[in-house]
């Protein structure tokens, strides 16, 4: 099938999270169409002027909310891979030119990274599907690094702001990697439907980030940020509890944890898929922001104000 081609209309997998409400904003900034997919049952409200599609996920009603779309984005993680090629199956059905599968994240192209996380298996085993189909639809999956301001707020990658503490790994404190705010994330996704990004973004991973760090400068940086915010509120500045741990204790740990059903358990897990890899897409070379016409890179510690300034 052509490789660029024009996409108007965009149909958004999910209409809850953290990320479907920006991912909204910024497709509807770049003059896209919006609709929401979301389950019968769901309460979700979608925002004015965004049609919501409800489905129960048979064939049927995906083919038919998937009728007249141009695009779809997959913003819900999947632990069951069926679930996810449905939607494409259907999506192929319906004639939609491209997929954004829900891969949003750290590099699962890398086998460490799955063998370390094995919840993660599922997204590089939808990317062959969709490799499997590039002759009926194309597909982009944008790899960001960690959900940087989402993790503060979470206490998912050693970083708790409403707590103020901190997990330092011993031997990765000066271990560079990149991340993305969710706004950064959002607008990849939004400018890789653009039909001038089609040749550079069509099958294919891409990498996008807001800034490359390492734990000693977020570290420096959240202190900062909270010393200034306390005294700006009138209050003595509270310190930060800071715990250096031995990641592999941790993970092993949060193997215990996930078999649970603790989530949370997964941030030391991501932390060790990080580490295994050449993280730093700046060093790489692989980053795509400025490819894409995004903005200049963001600031370390404008982030961090405006997360520590939340609590």
């Given amino acids: 099938m052509d490789k660029v081609q024009g996409i108007t209309n965009v149909i958004v997998v999910g209409a809850g999270g953290s990320l479907n409400p920006v991912v909204i904003a910024s497709l509807q900034s770049l003059g896209f169409v919006v609709s929401v997919l979301v389950r019968d049952a ?24 998937f009728k007249a779309q141009d695009a779809v984005v997959n913003t819900i993680t999947m632990a069951d891979s069926s679930e996810q090629k449905n939607i494409i199956d259907a999506a192929v059905e319906a004639g939609v030119k491209r997929f954004l599968p829900a891969e949003f994240g750290i590099d699962t192209a890398i086998q460490s990274t799955v063998e370390i996380v094995p919840f993660l298996r ?31 707020r979470n206490g ?11 997990y330092l790994h011993k031997t990765h404190q000066d271990h560079r990697f990149s991340c993305s705010t969710l706004s950064t994330v959002a607008n990849a996704i939004a400018r890789c439907l653009l039909p001038e990004n089609g ?3 069509i099958n294919r ?3 996008v980030r807001s800034f490359t760090v390492n734990q000693r400068e977020i570290m420096t940086s959240l202190e900062k940020a909270s010393t200034e915010f306390d005294q700006r509120e009138g209050r003595q500045p509270k310190a930060w509890d800071v715990i250096e741990v031995n990641l592999e204790d941790k993970v092993a740990e949060s193997h215990q944890k996930l078999a649970q059903g603790d989530m949370s358990a997964l941030g030391f897990m991501l932390s060790k898929a990080i580490y295994a890899m050449n993280s730093d897409f700046d060093a790489t070379g692989v980053a795509m922001n400025e490819t894409l016409g995004m903005e200049p890179a963001e600031s370390l510690d404008e982030v961090t104000k405006r997360v520590v300034s939340e609590y």
């Fill in 42 to 65: 769901s309460a979700a409200v979608p925002p004015a002027g965004v049609t919501c599609h409800r489905t129960d996920y048979s064939n049927m009603s995906l083919v038919k909310a």
């Fill in 122 to 152: 599922v997204k590089p085993e939808i990317v062959e599907y969709l490799r499997s189909l590039e002759s009926s639809i194309t597909w982009t999956s944008i790899v960001t690094g960690p959900f940087f301001d989402w993790s503060l």
């Fill in 156 to 166: 998912w990658f050693s970083f708790n702001v409403p707590s103020r503490t901190a």
């Fill in 199 to 201: 040749p550079s973004t």
């Fill in 205 to 207: 991973y891409i990498h």
